[in-house]
């Protein structure tokens, strides 16, 4: 819910001056965003939920450190990203699966249902397939094809070189593609 028509850059200015409502309404406009891209990396919503909540406070803490208030939407995405990818890796969750383990098989059900709704469906499949693989692929997936990053960017923020963040993409993409295959 949005109090104010403020646009963000002064309701971040106002909360450099600890202005709670501000706060209150910076969360309220990235909250559901920003559990969401929480949520794709560590696949538990009460986890990242926390994470996410942590997330937010550091940002209000740290936010002597953001230069322009324009960037904050990118720079909160940055620090919930980082949260989560350090949550993940003291969870030990990159422990790779073997293919045959993970056993996920579409029913043969006939839909009948608008495009619409055959659309959102397929997407599910693909979101639900793109949980299956292992953890890193599933991570870099997310930030490349959901949030939209570059190679660069996340080489920088998985802490990879450039070249090992291209092979991993191209790796997942197969990886994710056999999968979505085999369940047709």
């Known amino acids: 819910m949005i109090l104010t028509k403020e646009n963000t850059e002064t309701l971040i200015a106002k909360c450099r001056c600890h202005d709670r409502n501000a706060q209150l309404e910076i969360y309220n406009r990235y909250y559901k965003a920003m559990y969401n891209t929480t949520y794709r990396i560590i696949k538990d919503p009460t986890e990242a939920e926390d994470i996410m909540q942590e997330a937010f406070l550091t940002a209000f803490t740290k936010l002597s450190s953001l230069e322009k208030n324009s960037m904050f939407g990118a720079w909160l995405k940055r620090i919930v990203i980082n949260a989560s990818l350090t949550a993940l890796k003291k969870n030990n969750k990159y422990e790779e699966v073997a293919l045959d383990v993970v ?21 599910d499949i693909v979101l639900e397939t793109l949980k299956q693989l292992k953890t ?17 960017e996340i080489a920088e923020i998985m802490n990879i070189s450039n070249s090992n963040c291209r092979t991993l993409v191209s790796r997942a993409k197969q990886s994710l593609k056999k999968k979505l295959l085999l369940t047709q």
């Open 103 to 123: 056993d996920y098989k579409l029913s043969d059900e006939t839909y009948e249902s608008s495009e619409k709704e055959v659309c959102c469906h397929k997407i």
């Open 136 to 152: 890193n692929y599933s991570t870099i997936l997310s930030l490349y094809l959901i949030e939209g990053y570059d190679y660069e």
